[in-house]
T-cell receptor
Framework: DAKTTQPTSMDCAEGRAANLPCNHS???????VYWYRQIHSQGPQYIIH???NNETNEMASLIITEDRKSSTLILPHATLRDTAVYYCIVRVRGDWAGKSTFGDGTTLTVKP | EAGVAQSPRYKIIEKRQSVAFWCNPI?????LYWYQQILGQGPKLLIQ????????DSQLPKDRFSAERLKGVDSTLKIQPAKLEDSAVYLC???????????????FGPGTRLTVL
């Protein structure tokens, strides 16, 4: 499985865009990039996923570099409720097995 | 749409005791997952079911942990006997499975927080 590297923590001002980076330099051609987040005391929540094209949904945008070795999750207008741990996961579609499925993620703190 | 239900939400036991957790997935979801999340770490997959069959249990400590999914719906995870290092949040998730749905997006329950004293 491809390993991902994320910063341990990040801060963002409320109303500003939050850009969360993820490095996955050993990603394979059939592996997708998934993003989940976990708000305190809740289970993880799916945000978005992509293979090689940029993706956008009602929650966020995902920008994947052309060589697919890194990606950025963008929350366009962060709110206090976006404070959470964000996990970047690289997996073959539908295959969630592995010792460190989610890694340790990035703790995003949105400040007023 | 009802989400993934788990019970109990909290459990405190002494080491060497037994404990069981219950999960009711979203209706129609064929795939069910159990994760262990130790404080400060990301979730780690313990076992994955497809209907009532085990797809992957490579990370399940089988000497003390067991799980079943009778009739392919609800599932129980049991620890017997518990150790101090089993203190964690146990998360259940489900997905449509197969080739359907949003690329096997997982929906998580609120988790059961286990404290072993």
């Amino acid at each position: 499985d491809a390993k991902t590297t994320q910063p341990t923590s990040m801060d963002c001002a409320e109303g500003r865009a939050a850009n969360l980076p993820c490095n996955h330099s050993t990603i394979s051609g059939n592996e997708y990039v998934y993003w989940y987040r976990q708000i305190h005391s809740q289970g993880p929540q799916y945000i978005i996923h992509g293979l090689k094209n940029n993706e956008t949904n009602e929650m966020a945008s995902l920008i994947i570099t052309e060589d697919r070795k890194s990606s950025t999750l963008i929350l366009p207008h962060a709110t206090l409720r976006d404070t959470a741990v964000y996990y970047c996961i690289v997996r073959v579609r539908g295959d969630w097995a592995g010792k460190s499925t989610f890694g340790d993620g990035t703790t995003l703190t949105v400040k007023p | 749409e009802a989400g993934v239900a788990q019970s109990p939400r909290y459990k405190i036991i002494e080491k060497r005791q037994s404990v069981a957790f219950w999960c009711n997935p979203i209706s129609g979801h064929a795939t069910l997952y159990w994760y262990q999340q130790i404080l400060g770490q990301g979730p780690k997959l313990l076992i994955q079911f497809q209907n009532n069959g085990v797809v992957d249990d490579s990370q399940l400590p089988k000497d003390r942990f067991s799980a079943e999914r009778l009739k392919g719906v609800d599932s129980t995870l049991k620890i017997q006997p518990a150790k101090l290092e089993d203190s964690a949040v146990y998360l259940c998730a489900s997905s449509l499975g197969g080739r359907g749905g949003r690329y096997n997006e997982q929906f998580f329950g609120p988790g059961t927080r286990l404290t072993v004293l």
